[in-house]
């Protein structure tokens, strides 16, 4: 049930996420001016338009729309990849970070480069991102079983989330132990159910109750809004993080961040995919479990490093090169060609 515009949007995604990232390089002002909340003109003027949380909306409510509701059935029936995904979320971060704290360790900065470490640990400590169905989406993967990682890590990230990052928060010193502490209190208050839980369920209902040509037709206008909303979403995300650290360039500093969360992401995506392959899943699901392990809501870490650490917004370039790079490593895998069914008898 794709248009015209949504097919040609998705043969172009990742080159499009490139050119949103360079726009918000070149023109961040549009971007910084979005991510203000604003106030709705008469008759609402007591109401606020919050864009970030609204387009993210939009991309949920659009993936639940495009799921399948038997298929999200069998999904409960067979929830062996749902529970490895789940797992694979907690576990990950749980062997990569005290990895990369090992390595940090040995180079000269002062405090074992617990700053970089700090933006980590907030990343990989968030829900699977929205933002994944997008690319599920893009690859013709297990959309819901993507959808249900989403969903399920969100519900569940009140809890875990906290529990990661004080887990975690040991590896650090210089005082980003206890600002890691106290923001997994913030994390945990659930404010992301709303913008992610909500617009997903009401996709879902709209998919179980619309007649089948009324929901095509309700398909056909919101999907390439979808994803013209994520990338919008990606400029405004960028534009904030980017023009908070391009006034003071730091040559250094760069080049450790964009270190530090490639060898972040690249871990992240390997362990994925080998989970999937020795749980010998269909091809399918195998991309959407591997694009759950290593895409991260990076955006829900980058507004809680602006909250608890206003003072160090050089924090948020790793958190920018992660995001740079998951969406990049996103679209290698599902552009990858599937290998074809085996015939019978083989």
Not at 95 to 100: E, G, N, R, S, T
Not at 118 to 128: C, D, F, G, K, Y
Not at 139 to 163: F, H, K, N, R, Y
Not at 208 to 231: E, F, H, I, K, N
Request: net charge positive; hydrophobic share 55%; proline share 9%.
């Amino acid at each position: 049930m794709h248009t015209r515009a949504a097919s040609w949007l998705r043969h172009r995604l990742g080159r499009a996420v490139v050119l949103s990232y360079a726009l918000a390089l070149l023109l961040p002002a549009p971007g910084l001016w979005l991510r203000h909340p604003r106030p709705l003109p008469l008759p609402l003027p007591h109401l606020t338009l919050h864009t970030p949380p609204l387009l993210l909306s939009l991309v949920l409510f659009s993936a639940g729309l495009q799921v399948p509701v038997r298929a999200l059935g069998t999904l409960l029936r067979h929830p062996k990849a749902l529970l490895a995904g789940l797992a694979l979320h907690l576990a990950i971060p749980l062997a990569v970070v005290p990895f990369v704290a090992f390595l940090l360790r040995r180079t000269p900065d002062t405090d074992g480069g617990s700053g970089l470490l700090t933006a980590m640990i907030l990343v990989v400590a968030m829900p699977v991102a929205a933002g994944a169905t997008v690319w599920t989406d893009k690859g013709e993967g297990d959309q819901p079983t993507m959808v249900g990682l989403v969903l399920a890590s969100t519900l569940l990230s009140p809890l875990t989330t906290p529990v990661l990052l004080a887990t975690l928060s040991p590896l650090l010193s210089g005082g980003y132990a206890h600002t890691l502490t106290d923001t997994g209190r913030l994390a945990g208050s659930g404010v992301a159910l709303t913008s992610v839980v909500l617009p997903c369920a009401a996709g879902l209902l709209g998919a179980l109750v619309l007649p089948a040509r009324r929901l095509g037709r309700l398909v056909t206008a919101v999907a390439p809004a979808a994803m013209a909303g994520s990338l919008v979403l990606t400029y405004v995300n960028a534009s904030g993080a980017l023009g908070s650290v391009l006034t003071r360039p730091r040559p250094l500093l760069f080049a450790a961040a964009l270190g530090v969360a490639a060898l972040v992401c690249l871990l992240s995506f390997v362990l994925g995919r080998a989970a999937a392959h020795l749980l010998r899943l269909e091809a399918g699901t195998a991309s959407a479990l591997t694009l759950a392990c290593g895409m991260n809501n990076s955006s829900a870490s980058a507004v809680l490093i602006t909250t608890s650490l206003p003072d160090k917004p050089h924090l948020l370039l790793p958190v920018l090169a992660y995001g740079v790079l998951q969406k990049t490593a996103a679209n290698r895998i599902v552009a990858r060609p599937r290998p074809a069914p085996l015939a019978a008898g083989t």
